[in-house]
């Protein structure tokens, strides 16, 4: 199955730098490769998402590059703000086996960064 | 705004006993998951249905844990027995299915588990 590998484990910056954040991931047949942010004690949200067709995608200060050869792709956050201050997860969804097998948009997370912006 | 729906939102029960965790996804969204979080980790999938059908239940530890979506809407994921390593966030999150294009999963708020 889908193994999903994310660093760091922390990150801690100051107020205006970058932060990044690096996943890989191990099934070729993934297509679809979201970012969440979890502030403590709430739901994981989408704050970004990319798809195997596309190279890199940006939303105002947060993008998204992806390298499908190398199997990895990494979450970039420029001009940070404390308000930034979170866990961030990356995860991975297979496509669905044409064969019929159980592989259906399984969507699996790496194991999170816990970013932290000082003002 | 949409939301996925879950309950309890907190639930502490004794080692041993039965619980059980509702969840009603967003109207429409044919896929399912249910995903467990402890605490500095990332969410780990449970189960995940597609209508009422499970497509994936390979980390469901299936002696313990069972799932059902009956009418292909809402779901109940239920622990009996419970025991001490059970204790953590359960999530829910659905999804529209779309075979070939990647689309959003949307996160209820959890029922935070605590078995003593």
């Known amino acids: 199955g889908e193994n999903v590998e994310q660093h760091p484990s922390t990150l801690s910056v100051q107020e205006g730098d970058s932060a990044v954040i690096k996943c890989t991931y191990s099934d070729s047949a993934s297509n679809y490769f979201p970012w969440y942010k979890q502030e403590l004690g709430k739901r994981p949200q989408l704050i970004i998402d990319?798809?195997?067709?596309?190279g890199e995608k940006k939303d105002q200060r947060i993008a998204v590059t992806l390298n499908k050869t190398a199997k990895h792709f990494s979450l970039h956050i420029t001009e940070t703000q404390p308000e930034d201050s979170a866990v961030y997860f990356c995860?991975?969804?297979?496509?669905?086996?044409?064969?019929?097998?159980?592989?259906?948009?399984?969507?699996?997370f790496g194991q999170g960064t816990i970013l932290t912006v000082h003002p | 705004e949409a939301e996925v729906a879950q309950s309890p939102r907190y639930k502490i029960t004794e080692k041993s006993q039965a619980v059980a965790f509702w969840c009603d996804p967003i109207s429409g969204h044919a896929t399912l998951y249910w995903y467990r979080q402890i605490l500095g980790q990332g969410p780990e999938l449970l189960v995940q249905?597609?209508?009422?059908?499970?497509?994936?239940d390979s980390q469901l530890p299936k002696d313990r844990f069972s799932a059902e979506r009956l009418k292909g809407v809402d779901s109940t994921l239920k622990i009996q027995p419970a025991e001490l390593g059970d204790s953590a966030m359960y999530l829910c999150a659905s999804s529209l299915a779309s075979p070939y294009l990647g689309t959003e999963a949307f996160f209820g708020q959890g029922t935070r588990l605590t078995v003593v």
């Open positions: 990319i798809r195997s067709n596309v």
């Open positions: 995860a991975a969804r297979t496509s669905p086996d044409d064969a019929g097998g159980t592989s259906y948009g399984k969507l699996t």
């Open positions: 249905f597609q209508d009422e059908s499970v497509v994936d």
